[in-house]
């Protein structure tokens, strides 16, 4: 069975600071996504990865996955406030559970100022 | 181009009513799932769909039907309403790598 695990559950930054979220998993995959959900909305796509080493970025976010470690990243340079919300990985089953999406429990972001 | 439409977006319920999620989607996609999100639990699988006439049960399928007559329909059904099924319900359908969720149902079951 698929587990996912994201660390930190819960992370209060300063604005203009650094910082990583964690993603592993247990089970062999070649896909992850990345989403982000403000309170109250639904979710929305920020990155897939789809192969070990991909690495992508979208302004002060950078996504990176390392199949072999089962582990993906979240990093969030020079945090500023509109980046508060709750971020979540999704694991992709290999074989026979493609398309199905495993989450993480998230990470609630809090950026203050 | 609507994308993924949720019908309701809220629902209270009694103990024991039964009612259907609605979820339709216009992209032509084979693919759909519905989830459930709790407080600190993420997103967990009930069940999903990968073509018309084809569902099987996702991670949390008890106490919940689906069917899935037409590419475009694929309804959540609660035969039975306990406390344990309050929660936001989110549909999605998906093509390849690309995912689209529904703006989710917020259900109460008091």
């Known amino acids: 069975e698929l587990k996912v695990e994201q660390n930190p559950l819960f992370l209060s930054m300063q604005e203009g600071k650094n910082y990583t979220i964690y993603c592993n998993y247990s089970?062999?995959?070649?896909?992850l996504y990345w989403y982000r959900q403000d309170p109250g909305k639904s979710l929305e796509s920020l990155f897939v990865?789809?192969?070990?080493?991909a690495v992508k970025q979208e302004g002060r976010l950078m996504a990176s996955l390392d199949t072999k470690a089962r582990l993906s990243t979240l990093h969030i340079t020079a945090a500023v406030h509109d980046l508060s919300a709750t971020y979540f990985c999704?694991?992709?089953?290999?074989?026979?559970?493609?398309?199905?999406?495993?989450f993480g429990k998230g990470t609630l972001l809090t950026v203050n100022p | 181009n609507a994308g993924v439409t949720q019908t309701p977006k809220f629902q209270v319920l009694k103990t024991g009513q039964s009612m259907t999620l609605q979820c339709a989607q216009d992209?032509?996609?084979?693919?759909m799932s519905w989830y459930r999100q709790d407080p600190g639990m993420g997103l967990r699988l009930i069940h999903y769909?990968?073509?018309?006439?084809?569902?099987d049960q996702g991670e949390v399928p008890n106490g919940y039907n689906v069917s899935r007559s037409t590419t475009e329909d694929f309804p959540l059904r609660l035969l039975s309403a306990a406390p344990s099924q309050t929660s936001v319900y989110f549909c999605?359908?998906?093509?390849?790598?690309?995912?689209?969720f529904g703006q989710g149902t917020r259900l109460t079951v008091v």
């Open positions: 992209m032509n996609h084979e693919y």
């Open positions: 990865l789809l192969s070990n080493g």
């Open positions: 769909s990968v073509g018309a006439g084809i569902t």
């Open positions: 999704a694991v992709e089953g290999s074989g026979g559970s493609n398309y199905k999406l495993t």
């Open positions: 999605a359908s998906r093509v390849n790598t690309e995912a689209f």
């Open positions: 089970t062999t995959s070649d896909r």
